[in-house]
């Protein structure tokens, strides 16, 4: 009877069935890219379910994504709101969260001119160089020591590009006043929370289920920490006095506040600069990480990949070299094959960030309503045999006279997403990847802990929107002798 009064919603894709009012919550296991996974096996590359009462399409094809992200890019740009999201970016006065609009295009925009410019690229080159450094003297003290012992990649892979990224965006003296250990818990907790699941996303008159059950106090705990972290930061600028010197993008930011007609008509409150400081904080240091973590756990499991790596990068920069410089990443064409195969089997947002409908569209010949959300799966994708020959086996050489990349031009492969909301933190956080696997394989051998072979190493996944190793990735380093 309702079916006939409702308006007819035409062809939608193929789906499993769903309950009333969960919809398919109960087919949902702990990784949702998995399960979408599972569910583009059984039900085709454009599926159709529901996320308690929100209606959802997966899509796990490289022609569906190009349909999404490139076709309908203005129809699909704008994002479905969260409790997480909200909360931990001020109401989505952000760039990642905030819906397609004008919050979202000038945030970009400052973000863009403050921090991913090329000039600003240029003029962070020290910092890069001054971390590198960094990263080179802790591996080295850990090699030094005897009986040689393991280091937890993950911390310093972490340290590395923390030290990095927050430098250039929030002082260069930052690393000076906080300690490193806090700050990566901080960042754990904030992003598992920010992509934890609230019933009040899903079901009617679900906040009540997230105020009886703890969860809501739970996010808002993580949130009160990383909000009174930001106000360290904040008050750090404002005390310095040198607002006006615009030397990282708090600065620019808190001039505008302070200052509005100066700057246009948009007004730039406190919550937009928190918002991006979040953005940041979360999305510009975690894929990095992740990156370069998969990228050095499989390299420990193919021991022929890391050999002839390693003699390619030592053959084209030369022996006894004292620092690596930027100049050097033009030099390592098969270190970018293996950065390329890793994005491909371990992308460190599998879902990308999810997106809306804002009218009703088609995709792939199904009729996807107005309001759906989208979730484009590149996990799925990378695995795709239509796409990949031999999919689930790590072969950098497949990348050999091949066009393609990880740019957003080719939808077979999407670590940074395409169109109008694909990162624009891309050339960024490539060079920070690329800096730190070539300090980390230039200068040091590695092997695996006493007793440990290739077959031990865990691959158990961890994570919200960004997908780590669960378990520490710790590897024995051995200064190289030329
Ligand atoms: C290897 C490093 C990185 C990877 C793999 C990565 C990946 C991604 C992905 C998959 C998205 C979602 C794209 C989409 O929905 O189509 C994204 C968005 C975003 N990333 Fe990155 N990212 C990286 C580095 C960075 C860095 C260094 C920053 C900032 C310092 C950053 C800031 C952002 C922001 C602000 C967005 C939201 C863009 C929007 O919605 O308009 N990312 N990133």
Known sequence: FFKKLLPSKGKLPP???????????????????????????EYGPVTYFRFGVVPVITVSSKEGAEEVLKTHDLETCSRPKTVGSELFTYGC?????????????????????????????????????????????KVSNSAHEKPTSPVNLRKVIFTFAAGIIYRLSFGQNFCDFVDMETVEDLVLESEVNLGSVAFADFLPAGWIIDRVSGQHSKVKKAFDKLD??????????????????????????????????????????????????????LAGVNAGSI?????????????????????DIRAAL???????????????????MVIEETFRLHPPAPLLLPRVAMSDIKIQGYNIPKNTMIQINTYSIGRDPKNWTKPDEFIPERFV????????????????????????????????????????????DWSLPNGMTTKDIDMEEDGAFAITKKVSLELVPTLHRW
């Open 93 to 137: 006065q952000d760039i990642g969260f905030a819906p397609f609009g004008e919050c979202w295009r000038e945030m970009r925009k400052i973000a863009i001119l403050e921090l991913f410019s090329p000039k600003k690229l240029k003029d962070f080159r020290s910092i890069r160089e001054d971390e590198s450094a960094l990263l080179v003297k």
């Open 228 to 281: 009174n972290f930001f106000e360290l930061v904040i008050d750090d600028h404002l005390k310095s006095g040198k607002i006006q010197d615009h030397s990282d993008i708090i600065s620019v930011m808190l001039d505008m506040i302070n200052n509005p007609t100066k700057f246009g008509p948009y007004k730039v409150t406190k919550d937009h600069l928190k918002g991006v400081m979040s953005d940041v904080f």
């Open 291 to 311: 990156t370069m973590i998969w990228t050095m756990t499989e390299l420990s499991r193919h021991p022929r990949v890391m050999k002839k790596l390693q003699e």
């Open 318 to 336: 030369g022996p006894n070299k004292e620092k690596i410089t930027e100049a050097d990443l033009e030099k390592v064409e098969y270190l970018k």
């Open 15 to 41: 789906g499993p069935t769903g309950l009333p009012i969960i919809g398919n919550l109960h087919q949902l296991g702990r990784f949702l890219h998995k399960s979408l996974h599972k569910f583009s096996q």
């Open 401 to 444: 006279d091949n066009p393609i990349e990880y740019k957003g031009q080719h939808f077979e492969l999407l670590p940074f997403g395409a169109g109008r909301r694909a990162c624009p933190g891309m050339a960024t956080g490539i060079t920070i990847v690329e800096l730190g696997l070539l300090n980390l394989l230039y200068f040091f």
